[in-house]
């Protein structure tokens, strides 16, 4: 009976040892970062506690997600509620302007803004959809883009049960969205294994007033989310799996992959170049300092930029990497009119002349 015991332990040591491999390579616990310098950047004067997701329209005004409460994520200021931040780079200095939030029974209190997305109709008019996390759950939240009144006008908060643990999101419509669940799970202790073990429960699912289903699954942490210029593919990043994904979108919203490009680093938020279809990611490229903060060894930050991902071989740059001493965790970049600009999940932000 003892050799029995001993035996069965020592399975659970091994199995263990095996799963914390695992997971520190998923974590890519061990990577240095090379430095990739850009001569022409400066921090954005008015983010300090994070612009965790970004969206650049076609004329230059940028919208910005700040002050994300996150499980597990490091917080400067945890009782300070999110905001949604304005700047318009077609300014050679551009500032951040808080955007005001009116008309809607929205706790501002408990706003907590994660992944945004921009979709613009037939009048011009420009709707913002958010993740937002009130009190630990999640909705999407729909605003209206007053530009002459510099605001957002709150129009409807979307709940659903397959919208469970959001992060990102990309608007085909404005109430229509793809959206990612990050974790299966939502009870702390139960996501925290969940992704220690790589059970890959993750999804993204497809939403309208009409029809709401999941159309991918299967992902280890999914996170960032976004579509080509032609509306023809969709991409997603598995973030602990170091993927990009694509995906063919088809009529009935449905996905159908295409092809997954693996990274030596954990893919965040994707952004998309309207004019060139070129994918701009921000990047972890050692997550366990993101997901356990240490002031004395702080998250480094770095963007990669993918042309051609649709071909058999395509070409990526590391356009940015630095140890964390002046942008710490990167979480998304977005380029306009040679201007790069790349936020952080809690830190601050920098913007590049390239």
């Known amino acids: 009976m003892a050799k029995l015991v001993l035996t069965l332990l020592g399975l659970a040591m091994t199995s263990f040892k095996d799963h914390q491999s695992s997971y520190q390579k998923r974590l890519t616990a061990f990577r240095e970062v090379e430095p990739v310098d850009l001569p022409n950047c ?8 994070g612009s965790e997701d ?25 009782d300070m509620p999110g905001k949604i931040l304005l700047m318009d780079l077609n300014e050679e200095d551009p500032a951040v302007l808080e ?4 008309g809607s029974k929205l706790n501002m209190s408990s706003f907590n803004p994660h992944g945004i997305s921009t979709f613009t109709d037939e009048d011009n008019t420009v709707y913002l959809l958010v993740v937002n996390h009130p009190d630990a759950k999640s909705t999407v939240e729909l605003f209206k883009f007053q530009k002459e009144e510099k605001s957002l006008l709150h129009l409807k908060t979307i709940r659903h049960e397959l919208l469970l643990s959001l992060n990102d999101i990309v608007a085909v ?16 202790f139960l996501r925290s ?25 299967g992902f280890d942490f999914a996170n960032g989310i976004n579509v080509s210029p032609d509306g023809k593919y969709v991409y997603i990043s598995e973030l602990l799996a170091h993927k990009i994904h694509v995906y063919e979108k088809h009529a009935n919203w449905t ?19 309207p004019v060139t279809g070129d994918l701009w990611v921000g990047c972890h490229p050692n997550g ?34 630095e140890n964390g001493t002046v942008l710490q965790g990167s979480s998304v970049a977005s380029v306009y009119k040679g201007k790069l600009l790349i936020g952080t999940v809690f830190h601050k932000a920098l913007y590049c002349k390239l």
């Open 288 to 321: 366990l300092r993101i997901f356990f903060y240490d002031p004395e060894h702080v998250p480094a930050s770095e963007v990669i930029q993918i042309q051609n991902i649709l071909t058999e071989e395509p070409k990526v740059t590391v356009v940015y990497a």
């Open 255 to 273: 996905l159908t992959l295409l092809k997954s490009v693996a990274f030596n680093t954990l893919v965040d938020n994707i952004s998309v170049d």
């Open 54 to 78: 970004l969206e650049i329209l076609p004329n230059g005004l940028a919208f910005i997600s700040s002050g994300l409460k996150y499980p597990g994520i490091k917080k400067f200021d945890p």
């Open 42 to 49: 400066n921090l954005v004067k008015g983010i300090d506690m």
């Open 193 to 217: 294994w969940e992704v220690y073990l790589g059970l890959s429960l993750s999804y993204v699912v497809y939403y309208s007033p009409n029809e709401v289903k999941v159309v991918a699954g």
């Open 173 to 188: 419509g404005p109430e229509h969205f793809y959206a990612t669940n990050d974790h299966y799970f939502i009870d702390p």
């Open 99 to 102: 955007l005001r939030i009116s």
